[in-house]
């Protein structure tokens, strides 16, 4: 079936670096862009980041703009999140994220379960 | 980006309706065609459950319905049912290849 599976989170220190991974199958990987969305313990969900599906062009909010990267590799049906700097308010469960274009305009129709990112001293 | 406007919580008897607002400007919900709903419950991933305003993915009972009128749109549960307890985002595009969601809004079934 159709799924996206994150991997890589879990405690780092401030200013530290962690890198996330998601793992697709069920779908052709390469004809979909892929977002990242966080949420906050209790709070709500936050666009972070966005790749197309053919990896040329990245987008971020000004939240992790030159903070986090982007990146796919096709081959492998995988995308990753680098996040350097990190801050404690980066700490989140952390989505990747299918963007349904071209069937579903606009929205994200795929979603894994998400990994904890917890940044704290 | 600032996160489109959301009621926190709504509330329903069983069998009625309830109508969640999401309000943004003219530079997100206002200015495309774009808005999209998303379901979660407790400990879970979200769900999609409407898309380009009131359009449906497959699956989804037809209780839920979206509508948009200038800057706020509007996600109707119909027949609430014990399982449509949750939270519920809206999201919009805001140009720029950037997204923005909802405030979230928690529905109880009385």
């Given at each position: 079936?159709?799924?996206?599976?994150?991997?890589?989170?879990?405690?780092?220190?401030?200013?530290?670096?962690?890198?996330?991974s998601?793992a697709?199958?069920?779908?052709?990987?390469?004809?979909?862009?892929?977002?990242?969305?966080?949420?906050?313990?209790?709070?709500?969900?936050?666009?972070?980041?966005?790749?197309?599906?053919?990896?040329?062009?990245?987008?971020?909010?000004?939240?992790?703009?030159?903070?986090?990267?982007?990146?796919?590799d096709?081959?492998k049906n995988t995308l990753?999140?680098?996040?350097?700097?990190?801050?404690?308010?980066?700490?989140?469960?952390?989505?990747?994220?299918?963007?349904?274009?071209?069937?579903?305009?606009?929205?994200?129709?795929?979603?894994?379960?998400?990994?904890?990112?917890?940044?704290?001293? | 980006?600032?996160?489109?406007?959301?009621?926190?919580?709504?509330?329903?008897?069983?069998?009625?309706?309830?109508?969640?607002?999401?309000?943004?400007?003219?530079?997100?919900?206002?200015?495309?065609?774009?808005?999209?709903?998303?379901?979660?419950?407790?400990?879970?991933?979200?769900?999609?459950?409407?898309?380009?305003?009131?359009?449906?993915?497959?699956?989804?009972?037809?209780?839920?319905?979206?509508?948009?009128?200038?800057?706020?749109?509007?996600?109707?549960?119909?027949?609430?049912?014990?399982?449509?307890?949750?939270?519920?985002?809206?999201?919009?595009?805001?140009?720029?290849?950037?997204?923005?969601?909802?405030?979230?809004?928690?529905?109880?079934?009385?």
């Amino acid at each position: 079936q159709v799924q996206l599976v994150e991997s890589g989170g879990g405690v780092v220190q401030p200013g530290r670096s962690l890198r996330l991974s998601c793992a697709a199958s069920g779908f052709t990987f390469s004809s979909y862009g892929i977002h990242w969305v966080r949420q906050a313990p209790g709070k709500g969900l936050e666009w972070v980041a966005n790749i197309w599906d053919d990896g040329r062009n990245k987008y971020y909010a000004d939240s992790v703009k030159g903070r986090f990267t982007i990146s796919r590799d096709n081959s492998k049906n995988t995308l990753y999140l680098q996040m350097n700097s990190l801050r404690v308010e980066d700490t989140a469960v952390y989505f990747c994220v299918r963007d349904g274009h071209p069937e579903i305009q606009y929205a994200f129709d795929i979603w894994g379960q998400g990994t904890m990112v917890t940044v704290s001293s | 980006q600032s996160a489109l406007t959301q009621p926190p919580s709504a509330s329903g008897s069983p069998g009625q309706s309830v109508t969640i607002s999401c309000t943004g400007t003219s530079s997100d919900v206002g200015g495309y065609n774009s808005v999209s709903w998303y379901q979660q419950h407790p400990g879970k991933a979200p769900k999609l459950m409407i898309y380009e305003v009131n359009k449906r993915p497959s699956g989804v009972p037809d209780r839920f319905s979206g509508s948009k009128s200038g800057n706020t749109a509007s996600l109707t549960v119909s027949g609430l049912q014990a399982e449509d307890e949750a939270d519920y985002y809206c999201s919009s595009y805001a140009g720029s290849n950037k997204w923005v969601f909802g405030t979230g809004t928690k529905v109880t079934v009385l």
